[in-house]
RNA sequence: GGGCGGUUAGCUCAGUUGGUUAGAGCACUACCUUGACAUGGUAGGGGUCACAGGUUCGACUCCUGUACCGCCCACCA
């Protein structure tokens, strides 16, 4: 026997991953087969990878995003397709931004103090040392990307793809700069698009204020009252207040048609105006409103021409044209108007109200909504195709129910904002030429002018306003007037803006290279569903934009990762898995394993979870271990890799099995059924291959040298190399390790020099007709050790003690399959002997176990207490007759025998001709002991 | 306010187009350190499939409604 110590009876993951991992990549077995061998026929398979946050660390979520990604990845790699995996970070604007200036606020200094061209420096250098973790970590979990092909979306190439789109876009009259109300951060002092701003349920107050009515005379027509009440949320924004608005059928202020009211502490007269927008049901039925704070007001003070005055710095402060409170902060603004709205008698009262305010989702400050001058894509024409694109088939969802979420978003799609008043970002490429501007807005309005706006796109390319430049390459002069004194645009790109190029800006677009000729389209995107919206719809729109055909065709929504305790992980509840902590302690193999199998919907994950993956990583180690140890003689070289014709019924049977399983696995992935394929193969590692199969071979391995265990060291090998295969794209280290060890037990083992590119496993082609005869050969075997195992335990006859045991079969087969099985029984059933005949007259000494096919008897004398065995026989007997009571009941029922189908009748009346079988069986035995 | 998902064993979840006596892992009970593995083996206990109706010969599965839990979307100030 070999030797057993290089193979220690706990597999170590640690001592192997990295290293694997290492010389994978370092061998190049991740790039595309098509890289060495210059073919470009086949379709590829392609997945990009969503890029991670470069600030990002791998949480459980990515964990299980890559997981998945890489079982697909290597799946089509084992199956002999030319395949890519695309890898890369984005530069996150906001959050990369935010944590290099924490990190000047340590030194007490910002970014106004280092200068734009300093803190990007600053930036980068920050992004050099650390914008790498999260790569690294992919690569611990295993993730076969092709590195040589990673992409940041701030690396030349892709910056030069952002210059492409934007300017493209422009040309198509699809950007357009101009005044609206966005969402700001006033902490991140930037706009954010809708899609960043996150809406959160908080409990709120509704304020009710008095507005004096202006003129005499309007005490007598409203009913004792010289005011009117209007409620809001947002007291401070009255400072900025030009009109109150009111439903034109309102009956209850008809009288104050045409009146004008004293907006209070500012004392500016504004009108009350009629606009159907306004909810008489709801609030007082009065609406303040305030154009340059609110996105409803802002859209009511167009259609009435009414001023738009914004009270507020970019801060969130009160600005100069908010008076006396100038200086102070929003929240402390609103509770000083409160107060001295109060003091003049003119609150009413505040009532709690619950509502949804929108929240940055990089720093969870209160997006205030703000008027301001910003770049947008005009999104219907593109999101028109898209939805043209899904009628016509071309994107799929798996699962489906997402189709809906997806099609509603992009029915309703709003202008994308996409400047951002950061610095780290793709800055926006358009240049203002400061002396054609002087004389171009001599006679407009400078901080209104509009390149284009909604609704003014009638097709055909929006000219360029005198005085600003839209290009690709950055301009040296005007080409207007020639002057040299031109300034870029400050603003940068939202960073999606470059996500949502990724599927082709990291093949090489704009260029025309190879890459992005064969591998575009890409084949599936693998995403967790929050990001629907921000990325994969966008990506759609652009891959038909730019591309003219959708990026992917086959778009997978996996499970959302949370806490077992309930909702999201978040490091203020403590709740966080850290999946690296989970890679040291149990591996990477482990924790992709958990996922996976967890993964069939939402994953409510706590460590304890990952002890599945753990303990069958340790199985599958030590059933190769006993594989291995068991082929001696094949070392000199005489395994041919075939399989003999000589097979036994239990190889017969553990070959029909691995086809099944084959089967299933392809069927399952072919679908994205990560899970369903995992448990399917753990259960038959574990249940057929160790419980049954290894069981079953070793009497005949211990046998001494035969036809017989040759045949079965062969299929031993056989079955654990197909296994290894088709557990390696889940398992990804430990199937290597073990692969690796096999050529040092059987000589031409490893046929090629990585299992990364070991063939997928595939059916039998012509499938021995004995396959089937040997299923339910090993079904009878497997009812006879396990009755004979419960006639133990049932009548309490200690493990040690050795019996004598008889098995009865009238059928001649089943009585030859027991009889071939003979030495396996007597070993799993303990045995001290085995008789097996076609009939047996039983005696008390005896005592049995019926089945349909046969029966079982343990010989008892001496041992056990027969008034036990009646219990127990009279117990299964009462059992029998409930079962037998409820199919006859169905049988006899005549609209069942009339519309069920023939087989499933036949199927209801041998399962009672079965029950009656074993019922005889069993009063006989009775007899016995009256 | 709209939309979606969930409710199956003590816990976490499977259950494909309706059709064997509803399954697994963990936990639990009993026995077993048998020469791959105690991160193991064997046997076992445990479920009115959330509730109420309906369709059907037959419903965990399809339909309607209810309850609870969760998620997403939304400019009622």
Redesign the pocket.
């Known amino acids: 026997m070999t030797d057993e110590k290089e193979?220690p009876?706990?597999?170590q993951p640690s001592e192997t991953e990295s290293r694997w991992y290492q010389h994978w990549e370092s061998k190049g077995y991740f790039r595309p087969l098509s890289d060495k061998t210059g073919n470009t026929g086949a379709k590829p398979y392609v997945i990009v990878i969503p890029p991670p946050n470069v600030t990002g660390v791998l949480h459980v979520g990515h964990a299980l995003n890559n997981s998945i990604q890489d079982v697909l990845t290597r799946w089509n790699r084992m199956r002999g397709r030319d395949t890519l995996w695309v890898p890369g970070v984005d530069h996150a604007g906001i959050a990369t931004q935010n944590v290099v200036e924490r990190k000047l606020a340590k030194e007490k200094k910002t970014r106004h103090d280092l200068g734009r061209e300093a803190f990007l420096k600053e930036v980068w250098k920050w992004k050099e040392e650390n914008g790498n973790t999260i790569t690294r970590q992919l690569r611990r979990l295993g993730a076969s990307c092709d590195w040589s092909r990673e992409r940041f979306t701030m690396d030349e190439g892709l910056s030069h793809a952002v210059r492409e789109a934007f300017v493209s876009l422009y040309e198509k009259g699809l950007i357009y700069q101009g005044h609206y109300i966005i969402n700001w951060c006033p902490r991140c002092r930037t706009a954010l698009s809708?899609?960043e701003?996150?809406?959160k349920?908080i409990n709120g107050n509704?304020y009710h204020l008095k507005y004096p009515v202006a003129g005499k005379g309007t005490k007598a027509e409203l009913p004792g009252e010289d005011h009117i009440v209007?409620?809001?949320?947002?007291p401070e924004t009255m400072l900025g207040d030009t009109a109150v608005a009111v439903?034109p059928d309102d009956e209850r202020y008809k009288a104050l048609h045409g009146k004008k009211l004293i907006l209070p502490l500012v004392n500016r007269e504004i009108p009350i105006i009629l606009d159907a927008?306004?909810?008489?049901?709801?609030?007082?039925?009065?609406?303040?409103v305030t154009p340059a704070h609110?996105?409803?007001?802002f859209?009511m003070g167009k259609r009435h021409g009414l001023a738009q005055i914004n009270v507020m710095t970019p801060e969130g402060k009160i600005n100069e044209l908010g008076g006396a409170y100038q200086g102070l902060d929003r929240f402390a603004a609103r509770k000083q108007v409160i107060a001295d709205l109060e003091a003049q008698g003119l609150f009413v009262k505040s009532v709690p109200?619950r509502?949804?305010v929108?929240h940055c989702y990089r720093c969870e400050t209160v997006v205030e909504p703000y008027l301001s001058k910003q770049w947008f894509v005009k999104m219907k024409p593109l999101a028109d195709r898209a939805l043209k694109a899904h009628e016509e088939g071309k994107t799929k969802f798996y699962p489906n129910?997402w189709t809906?979420?997806y099609t509603?978003?992009l029915s309703?799609i709003?202008d994308w904002c996409i400047s951002r008043q950061i610095w780290w970002g793709h800055q926006i490429p358009v240049w203002y030429c400061d002396h054609c501007l002087k004389s171009e807005i001599a006679h407009s309005d400078k901080e209104n002018f509009v390149i284009a706006s909604p609704g003014s796109i009638s097709g055909g390319a929006k000219q360029s306003q005198r005085g600003i430049i839209v290009a690709r390459e950055t301009p040296k002069k005007c080409p207007a007037c020639g002057g040299m004194d031109l300034v870029q645009d400050p603003d940068v790109l939202d960073t999606w803006f470059s996500s949502w190029l990724w599927p082709f800006s990291t093949l090489g677009w704009p260029e025309k290279t190879p890459d992005l000729a064969r591998f575009y389209p890409t084949s599936d995107l693998v995403t967790a569903?929050?990001i629907i919206?921000f990325w994969v719809a966008r990506m759609i729109m652009a891959g038909l934009e730019f591309m003219g055909e959708v990026p992917f065709s086959r778009i997978y929504i996996h499970g959302?990762v949370?806490a077992?305790t309930?909702?999201?992980m978040s490091k203020s509840l403590g709740n966080v898995i850290d999946p690296l902590e989970v890679i040291d302690e149990l591996g990477a193999d482990s924790l992709r394993f958990s996922m996976l199998m967890?993964s069939?919907?939402?994953?409510?994950l706590?460590k304890?979870?990952f002890?599945?993956g753990?303990?069958?990583?340790?199985?599958l180690w030590?059933?190769s271990?006993?594989v291995m140890?068991?082929l001696e003689g094949f070392k000199s070289g005489s395994f041919s890799g075939n399989l003999p014709d000589n097979l036994s019924t239990s190889d017969l049977w553990i070959l029909a099995r691995l086809d099944q399983v084959i089967e299933t696995a392809d069927a399952h992935l072919e679908g994205f059924g990560m899970?369903?394929a995992s448990?399917e193969l753990?259960?038959f590692v574990?249940?057929d291959f160790?419980?049954?199969f290894?069981?079953l071979s070793?009497p005949v391995?211990?046998g001494g040298d035969s036809a017989e265990k040759i045949a079965t060291q062969k299929v031993l090998f056989h079955v654990l190399d197909r296994i290894l295969r088709l557990m390696h794209p889940f398992m990804p280290f430990v199937t290597e390790e073990i692969w690796q060890k096999l050529p040092a037990y059987a000589s031409d083992a490893s046929t090629s020099e990585t299992i990364l590119y070991a063939p997928w496993p595939v059916k039998a082609v012509s499938v021995p007709a004995q396959r089937a005869n040997a299923c339910r050969a090993v079904e009878w075997l497997q009812k006879a050790?396990?009755g004979l195992?419960?006639l133990?335990?049932?009548l309490?006859i200690?493990?040690?003690q050795t019996l004598k045991a008889v098995v009865a079969a009238p059928d001649a087969e089943v009585l030859r399959t027991f009889e071939r099985f003979r030495p396996q029984i007597v070993r799993l059933a303990?045995l001290e002997s085995l008789e097996v005949l076609a009939t047996f007259q039983k005696t008390k000494n005896y005592m049995g176990q019926a089945y349909p096919e046969f029966e079982v008897f343990i010989g008892i004398e001496g041992i056990v207490d027969p008034v036990k065995e009646k219990t127990r026989i009279a117990a299964k007997m009462e059992?029998?007759r409930r079962?037998m009571t409820?199919?006859s009941q169905?049988l006899s029922?005549?609209?069942?025998v009339?519309?069920?189908?023939e087989e499933?009748i036949q199927?209801?009346r041998e399962?009672l001709e079965?029950?009656g079988k074993v019922l005889k069986a069993h009063e006989e035995s009775l007899e016995l002991f009256k």
Request: proline share 3%; with cysteine; net charge neutral.
């Open positions: 193979l009876s706990r597999y809708d899609e701003s996150v809406h349920e509704f209007v409620a809001t949320t947002r439903h927008a306004v909810d008489p049901q709801f609030g007082t039925g009065l609406v303040k609110d996105p409803n007001d859209d109200h509502h949804s929108g129910r809906k979420v509603n978003w309703g709003r569903a929050e919206f959302t949370r077992a309930g909702l999201k967890l069939a919907q939402d994953v409510y706590s304890e979870k002890e599945v753990r303990n069958f990583t340790n199985k030590n059933a271990r006993f140890m068991n899970a369903q448990s753990y259960h574990w249940n160790c419980d049954w290894i069981e070793k391995l211990m050790v396990s195992r419960d133990r335990m049932t309490n200690p493990a040690q303990r059992e029998l079962f409820a199919i169905k029922n005549d609209n069942f009339k519309n069920a189908p499933i199927q209801e399962k079965d029950a």
